[in-house]
């Protein structure tokens, strides 16, 4: 996972490839550091192949934060989140 910052102070975090139960905790972690900074914090998911539930409920506890801002979402991802009632993280 790679996390970066752009000029104007937003930390970005743009995980890819799956986020599995085998990942879980490396991804809990890079969102805890993601959320720890000041600032707008973005969660590109653009190049995520695949999530499971272990990685969406990290996903769904860093929502709470109302700090996070979720992108990428197209695709097989975006439409499986949204089949799982996830709205709020798929712009329609």
């Given at each position: 996972m790679t996390m970066s910052s752009t000029q104007s102070a937003e930390s970005v975090l743009t995980p890819s490839g799956d986020l599995t139960i085998f990942e879980a905790m490396d991804f809990?972690?890079?969102?805890v550091t993601l959320l720890s900074q000041e600032g707008p914090v973005t969660?590109?998911?653009?190049?995520v192949t695949q999530m499971d539930c272990s990685c969406l409920q990290v996903l769904l506890a860093a929502r709470r934060a109302n700090r996070l801002t979720v992108t990428?979402?197209?695709g097989s991802l975006g439409a499986r989140l949204h089949r799982l009632g996830c709205h709020d993280l798929v712009p329609r």
């Open positions: 809990r972690n890079d969102v969660m590109d998911l653009s190049r990428g979402l197209g």
